[in-house]
C-alpha cells in the first residue's frame, strides 16, 4: 500500500525551528519529485519547497526563502523541511505529497500535478 507519513509538526515559539520528516511506504522515494505544501482553513494550499530526488534540484517559495529548507535523507529514505525563523504566518498544516520528475513539465507548486499525499502534520508557531 502506497504511503506517505508526515512527523515533526508540533508547537514552538516564534524565531524558532521545527524540522518535519515525510517517508514512504509501499514505494522509494528516489524516483519522484517530493514537494511540501501548507494550507490554513479557509484558504488555498501552499507550495511551501520540492525536491526532483532524480537531479537533487531544489525550489522554495518566496515567502519561505532563506528561512525554510527542503533535502534528503538518503539514509532514513525521507523528505525533510528544515524550518527556521519560524512566523506565526507559517502556522497551518503541512502535507508532503509525491509528483512525476519535474522533466515531465508543470510548475513544482501546482499541488493538482501531485499524485500521493501525506495525512498532514500540525505546525504552531505562537507564544
Known amino acids: 500500500q502506497v504511503q506517505l507519513v508526515e512527523s515533526g509538526g508540533g508547537l514552538v515559539q516564534p524565531g524558532g525551528s521545527l524540522r518535519l520528516s515525510c517517508a514512504a511506504s509501499?514505494?522509494?522515494?528516489?524516483?519522484?519529485?517530493t514537494g511540501w505544501f501548507r494550507q490554513v482553513p479557509g484558504k488555498k494550499r501552499e507550495g511551501v519547497g520540492c525536491?526532483?530526488?532524480?537531479?537533487?534540484?531544489?525550489y522554495h517559495s518566496d515567502s519561505v526563502k532563506g528561512r525554510f529548507t527542503i533535502s534528503r535523507d538518503k539514509a532514513k529514505g525521507t523528505v525533510d523541511l528544515q524550518m527556521s525563523s519560524l512566523k506565526p504566518e507559517d502556522t497551518a498544516v503541512y502535507y508532503c505529497?509525491?509528483?512525476?520528475?519535474?522533466?515531465?513539465?508543470?510548475?513544482?507548486?501546482?499541488?493538482?500535478?501531485?499524485?500521493?499525499w501525506g495525512q498532514g502534520t500540525q505546525v504552531t508557531v505562537s507564544l
Open positions: 509501499g514505494f522509494s522515494l528516489d524516483r519522484f519529485a
Open positions: 505529497a509525491t509528483r512525476v520528475p519535474l522533466s515531465f513539465g508543470g510548475r513544482w507548486d501546482d499541488d493538482s500535478i501531485y499524485e500521493y
Open positions: 525536491i526532483d530526488m532524480t537531479d537533487d534540484s531544489t
